[in-house]
């Protein structure tokens, strides 16, 4: 894929207010981890190579293990990720495949198992790489 446009340059106030949306997540209680594995594995099911690049770099960088990241994709299938961290990944997957829907069923472990103010930090925070996922695909992004 070739660069198609710098997406920031062409259309700043929206790129402000995408950096404005981040400056609001920053101020949440989600943790590094929590917000680098929902960046990661949303990445990954929208294929975004530029955020891919980003993500599981940050992640090492805030001490995230390469096993967990070279796992992600199959997280259901290893014993590396908590209770917490499952039910934030199985919401990341099914907010990210929306036209699915998300079950009752992840929604309310997801809820149960961190409250009902973090799940909502969580969507807002699977709500915000959707949206860097779709511009950096759309645009061309590569990763350096």
Known sequence: MENRMNFFKVETEGYNTMLAFEKYLAATELTKTHK??????????????????????????????QQRIFTLSAWRDTPFFTKEE???????EEVTQISNHVSDKTYSDAVTLLGEKYVAQVIMAIIAINGWNRIAITTGMQPE
Do not use: P, W
């Open 36 to 65: 680098e594995l929902i960046k990661i594995r949303a990445s990954q099911i929208n294929g975004c190579a530029f955020c891919l690049d980003m993500h599981t770099k940050d992640a090492l960088k805030y001490g995230e293990t």
């Open 86 to 92: 499952q039910a934030i990944l199985a919401l990341t």
